[in-house]
């Protein structure tokens, strides 16, 4: 069975859709929610002689206030070859699996995040983030794990002019399987972006995990990324990404579409 990521999304989406274009200042006084959607295709060998080939349709909803910031997300899977998706680490083992046609919705995962407003003036963004993931995706047809996950990281970036280099730490917690025999990993990103305006970004960033699987090789991938806002409400990010490992999709690429709900009219409680 090969062992393979669904998720190619860059984690520098995050950045160029927040930071690049400066925080709402309603966001101290109402919740500010938005949803998000896209695109996502991958495919290469794992370490495989075949190809297994990946169509993730995203999907999240977020809400901010202040510093904080509560997101769920989820989507819908699609995948052709002999591959069990895990969650944020591409791997491949050492036996092969059958080839085979599956689809179904995607694990779940809901996130908490802390942003240190304080340095925004200083041109620094730092934010701490904790995940919970919940296994919807389903483990016969190879599309999860079937077990809980969790997840801390880190993203620090900082804003030089237009210019911003950002970086981002992490550690996840593997749900227990035996017959994955999987274990805690470290992944990471570094990566720099370049505001061109109030409207366009672009970036370049390299990820790195560790392998879930002591025996496979640890997942690198690449990322080149355009957002652009059309409006208050509307945003998108196009991306492409090669991998660099026998772990990660030989190539993949995408796009994500954000909207931004018009604050409430009167605040809402926030969560203690």
Known sequence: MILISALTVPLAVIFSIS?????????????SPRTTTGFDYSAGKFGDTRITEIAFVPFSVQTARGPFTFKVASGWLSVAGPALILDGAGEGAGASGVSRHASGFSDTSFSAMYSFQQLYDRGVYLDLTSRL??????????????KVDGAVQADLAVAVGGLMPFVTLGYKISGVRNELKLRNVVFGSLGVQYAWDDKVATGLVFDYRQSSLKT?????????????????????????????SRNSPDAGGGLTFTYRFAPSESPLPVFK
Do not use: C, H, I, M
């Open 133 to 146: 993931k919940l296994p919807s995706a389903s483990f016969k047809k190879g599309l999860g794990t079937g």
């Open 216 to 244: 496979s090789a640890d997942p690198q991938e690449g990322s080149l990324y355009l957002s652009y806002r059309f409006t208050d409400a509307w945003s998108f990010n196009a991306y492409g990404v090669v991998g660099f």
């Open 19 to 31: 930071s690049a274009f400066g925080q709402d200042s309603f966001n101290d006084y109402f919740w």
